[in-house]
T-cell receptor, first 114, second 112 residues
Framework: KAGVTQTPRYLIKTRGQQVTLSCSPI?????VSWYQQTPGQGLQFLFE???????NKGNFPGRFSGRQFSNSRSEMNVSTLELGDSALYLC?????????????FGPGTRLTVT | AQSVTQLDSQVPVFEEAPVELRCNYS??????LFWYVQYPNQGLQLLLK??????LVKGINGFEAEFNKSQTSFHLRKPSVHISDTAEYFC??????????FGKGTMLLVSP
């Protein structure tokens, strides 16, 4: 099976712009989660989607949003970019709604905001 | 709310020496615990997990961890490390649905 794929891998944007990141989960996985990784804050949970519904949300401003499509692919959007949004954004998928399952991570999208 | 504390930000060790990376958690409910590894410019890879049962959990690449409920710890160990084990290691606890709460990470630096 192919792993979790994320596109693009690298992105450079200017402050004030918006950006959309894409994630394709492992085939058959229905849950997709997004995390932000920065040197200062570490790995922080953004949101999780299952069957096109947001099930859980982290403590991020409304500029961060996401969605999931019927084929389980997910996108996250960040509007009005700030310098502090520079980070590695990781997507992870899980095979079922079970709370105990580990997550399978993609390689991430490195976003640089200038 | 769950939280995870990794007590060491960096652990230097010589090749073929044993290593222990420490992790403590706090949770008011049953916990499911994980260790992930991140190599440079890559995503996270699952090393091992504790869901229930035996408190000694064996994972990939020769790593193992022991769940200690009374001390709320889940330390990661390897009896003999290799240069290729140099990476950042993250301890995590499941915090609802498919959400993970991570520690800040421990950088394992293996030198010859």
């Amino acid at each position: 099976k192919a792993g979790v794929t994320q596109t693009p891998r690298y992105l450079i944007k200017t402050r004030g712009q918006q950006v959309t990141l894409s994630c394709s989960p492992i085939s058959g996985h229905r849950s997709v989660s997004w995390y932000q990784q920065t040197p200062g804050q570490g790995l922080q949970f953004l949101f999780e989607y299952f069957s096109e519904t947001q099930r859980n949300k982290g403590n991020f401003p409304g500029r961060f949003s996401g969605r999931q499509f019927s084929n389980s692919r997910s996108e996250m959007n960040v509007s009005t970019l700030e310098l502090g949004d520079s980070a590695l954004y990781l997507c992870a998928s899980s095979p079922s709604p079970g709370d105990t399952y580990e997550q399978y991570f993609g390689p991430g999208t490195r976003l640089t905001v200038t | 709310a769950q939280s995870v504390t990794q007590l060491d930000s960096q652990v230097p060790v010589f090749e073929e020496a044993p290593v222990e990376l420490r992790c403590n958690y706090s949770s008011s409910v049953s916990v499911y615990l994980f260790w992930y590894v991140q190599y440079p410019n890559q995503g996270l890879q699952l090393l091992l997990k504790y869901l229930s049962g035996s408190t000694l959990v064996k994972g990939i690449n020769g790593f193992e961890a022991e769940f200690n409920k009374s001390q709320t710890s889940f330390h990661l160990r390897k009896p003999s490390v290799h240069i290729s084990d140099t990476a950042e290691y993250f301890c995590a606890v499941n915090s609802g649905y498919s959400t993970l709460t991570f520690g800040k990470g421990t950088m394992l630096l293996v030198s010859p």
